[in-house]
């Protein structure tokens, strides 16, 4: 087998440049486009296009849950939200935003920074794709061997926000209900980050 | 794995796919019937009315296509094939029978497959309920979201204790590892699977997002025809999936005496079974409240499914 190079890309190399075109214009159309819900629906196709691109290099782990969190449930969850506030069939001529340039100007910079540093780190980096490099297996030994530290500061970041949304949610209860969480806030201060308080203040009483 | 063997078992899921989605579909006139003390179809293909769904299919076809006026039309057309393609896709990871050949194509994580490509299929529901420009549909699509929501959670948890368990994801993997006393050990996961799936599919009593009494027809109000009978048949293909899924999870799907043999008539079997009781759950319970079902998800189910990792955990490590 001759070494890899640019000028004789393989088969699955063309598929990946390909679905990549495809992502990058589901996701120009899904931030340009004035029909708020066929922005949710670009989304998809942006998503399920990175989907495709990890099952492409073989992880397939990564492909799957990729699919059932953003497709399943996140865009799921910004369906609900249109649908809840309004989802007028048609254009909405309020759809575009005041800060648009200055999101192109960030969203340009950001994806300036990430090809850059990528492009630097893996230079001449070529993975090999005849043996499967993502499977389940490898995916958990390295996440649960290598990165455990990361990985329990993710899930702690992810506590922290759920007990936010808690309290966010619960701030609406009336002077009682505040009254109360405060004096259990005071009891767990020393405790760790804990749902209980926020959740059931009344049932502590 | 040449060509001629992936289109041998290309075929083949599409033979499942297109013959046991309409059995359910006949299995539900029939059963129905007899539990509400009538016949049902009697007439049509002359034995006990055996053709009634292919007459249905034939008069759905000849229906005229009609697209509400004020609807977003591309998304009202594609919406049903949305709904209906994933329960074809979820087909090919499903095993059949022990084996290289019972399955159509090992997926590495197949329960994270399935449970993905399920997730998806709901997606068309939302999109019919909010293209047809309708105030029912929109109710109905709001319904379906939320169930989503509240389903997609327990549905998973259940589903990983089975997966740690067996120490896999693959679903012939976990079929490969699992042993009878599995049974008991993964009931309260079968019973959290099962429910959850159901009030995936929105068939009652989780069957509120539809509720012909209150918003008409929720998502399908608007839909007539061909489109209507696309989505029909992606109801009774999501009872197949559900019901092969929770066999092969928690029944141990072709587990059975002379399983070398007959592994794929036991599998077919669990998943009749479980068909059935999903119709038997249609005729028998009446029509929960959308608050009622989103209540029972997060209070019963999710507990209930969390109580069951905790049991596959402690019983994994003590005796391992």
Redesign the interface.
């Known amino acids: 087998m001759t070494a890899p190079g640019f000028l004789s890309p393989t088969g699955v190399e063309i598929a990946f440049v390909l679905t990549g075109l495809v992502t990058l214009g589901a996701a120009l159309v899904a931030v340009t486009t004035k029909?708020l819900?066929?922005a949710a629906?670009w989304l998809?196709v942006a998503l399920g296009g990175i989907a495709v691109e990890y099952l492409l290099l073989t992880a397939?782990?990564v492909a799957?849950?990729q699919?059932?969190i953003y497709?399943?449930?996140i865009?799921?969850?910004l369906?609900?939200g249109?649908?809840?506030t309004r989802?007028p069939?048609?254009r909405s001529p309020d759809a575009d935003s005041g800060n648009r340039w200055v999101a192109l100007a960030v969203a340009l910079a950001a994806a300036a920074t990430l090809v850059t540093v990528v492009v630097d780190a893996f230079r001449t980096a070529w993975i090999d794709l005849d043996t499967?490099q993502g499977?389940?297996q490898a995916i958990g030994e390295a996440l649960f061997r290598h990165w455990v530290l990361p990985f329990e500061a993710l899930s702690l970041l992810l506590l922290a926000a759920l007990v936010g949304a808690i309290v966010v949610s619960r701030r609406r209860g009336g002077p009682d209900a505040s009254d109360a969480q405060d004096a259990s806030d005071a009891q767990d201060a020393q405790d760790a980050p804990d749902a209980r308080g926020a959740v059931a203040p009344e049932e502590e009483r | 794995m040449d060509f001629l063997d992936v289109a041998w078992r290309l075929a083949a899921v599409l033979l499942a796919f297109l013959t046991l989605p309409l059995l359910v579909g006949q299995a539900e006139h029939k059963v129905m019937a007899h539990m509400q003390g009538r016949v049902g179809p009697m007439y049509a293909g002359g034995f006990h009315g055996w053709a009634q769904l292919v007459a249905d299919g034939v008069k759905f076809a000849q229906k005229e296509d009609v697209v509400p006026a004020?609807?977003?039309r591309r998304?009202f057309r594609l919406a049903p094939a949305v709904a209906l393609v994933p329960y074809l896709l979820v087909l090919i990871a499903i095993p059949l029978a022990p084996g290289e050949g019972g399955v159509g194509q090992a997926?590495?994580?197949g329960v994270?497959?399935v449970?993905?490509?399920l997730?998806?299929g709901?997606?068309g529901q939302?999109?019919g309920?909010?293209?047809s420009?309708n105030k029912y549909s929109?109710l109905g699509?709001?319904r379906t979201?939320?169930q989503?929501?509240a389903y997609?959670l327990p549905l998973?948890l259940s589903a990983a204790s089975v997966a740690m368990a067996a120490g896999?994801?693959?679903l012939p993997g976990i079929l490969d590892a699992w042993e009878w006393w599995w049974l008991p050990w993964q009931l309260i996961g079968a019973f959290v699977f099962f429910t959850a799936g159901v009030a995936e599919l929105h068939r009652p009593p989780f069957d509120a997002p539809l509720a012909p009494e209150e918003i008409i027809f929720g998502p399908l109000t608007e839909y007539g025809g061909l489109r209507f009978a696309l989505f029909l048949l992606a109801e009774y293909a999501g009872i197949v999936v559900v019901s092969a899924l929770t066999a092969v999870l928690f029944l141990g799907g072709w587990h059975g005496p002379f399983a070398d043999q007959l592994g794929w008539l036991w599998m077919l079997l669990k998943t009749g079974a479980l068909s059935f009781l999903v119709i038997w759950m249609r005729v028998a319970w009446p029509r929960m409240r959308a608050d009622q079902i989103q209540k029972f998800a997060w209070t019963v189910l999710v507990p209930l499914a969390l109580f069951q990792i905790a049991v596959t955990g402690v019983v994994k490590v003590v005796f391992p």
Do not use: K, N, R
Request: no cysteine; aromatic share 10%; net charge negative.
């Open positions: 029909q819900v066929h629906l998809v397939e782990f799957w849950v699919v059932l497709v399943g449930s865009v799921v969850l369906l609900f249109l649908m809840l989802a069939v048609g499967p499977s389940t | 004020e609807a977003d998304i997926v590495d994580a994270f497959f449970l993905a490509v997730g998806v709901v997606l939302l999109m309920g909010w293209a420009a929109l699509g709001l979201a939320a989503l929501m997609e998973l896999t994801l693959s």
